[in-house]
T-cell receptor, first 114, second 116 residues
């Protein structure tokens, strides 16, 4: 039972480099989310996708783009990484919506931008 | 705007003590949902409970219990007879609305350390 799978788990970038965090879920969930977790800040929503084909901004979308490739996959792209984007990134999914169902989280991706 | 406040940042207890984690929320919605998630040292977040705004009954699940009071906008979490395995970061969260576009707002988390 894979659940929500994120890759890579660790990444070190230099300022200005780009990268994509991949997320896939095998639970046939409709909604998917990207959060970042920073010390003392809790979890903050970057982008979400309520259903296949739709994406919306969350609380902290600047510097990121997302793609809901299909129902299973939701990727997060950093076009020009900045040190402020050093964080742990979590992908999550829910069967229907965040309010009506629990979120299932991936193991997280630790990103360091030098 | 939605807001979740977890005023306690770190709590340390000795095993078998009871501990209560506080959560205060703000919302203008009449229908909303509240959640607690646990993040153990391994890092993965685990769902603990979901409660809707119309159900103020307290809930007990083993050593865990939750007290929801709309009058004080609080949804507190109590662990009875704490164990070392309860050591984790605990997040309270609030859904901004119901429906397909709902999303969660998390508090900053409470780090609980249970010492043997």
């Amino acid at each position: 039972n894979a659940g929500v799978t994120q890759t890579p788990k660790f990444q070190v970038l230099k300022t200005g480099q780009s990268m994509t965090l991949q997320c896939a879920q095998d639970m046939n969930h409709n909604s998917m989310y990207w959060y970042r977790q920073d010390p003392g800040m809790g979890l903050r929503l970057i982008y979400y996708s309520a259903s296949e084909g739709t994406t919306d901004k969350g609380e902290v979308p600047n510097g990121y783009n997302v793609s809901r490739l299909n129902k299973r996959e939701f990727s997060l792209r950093l076009e020009s990484a900045a040190p402020s984007q050093t964080s742990v990134y979590f992908c999550a999914s829910s069967r229907t919506s965040a309010s009506t169902g629990e979120l299932f989280f991936g193991e997280g991706s630790r990103l360091t931008v030098l | 705007a939605q807001k979740v406040t977890q005023a306690q940042t770190e709590i340390s207890v000795v095993e078998k003590e009871d501990v209560t984690l506080d959560c205060v929320y703000e919302t203008r919605d009449t229908t909303y949902y509240l959640f607690w998630y646990k993040q153990p040292p391994s890092g993965e977040l685990v769902f603990l409970i979901r409660r809707n705004s119309f159900d103020e009954q307290n809930e007990i699940s083993g050593r865990y219990s939750w007290n929801f009071q709309k009058s004080t906008s609080s949804f507190n979490f109590t662990i009875t007879a704490s164990q070392v395995v309860d050591s984790a970061v605990y997040f309270c969260a609030l859904s901004d609305k119901t429906g397909a576009n709902s999303k969660l707002t998390f508090g900053k988390g409470i780090t609980l350390s249970v010492r043997p």
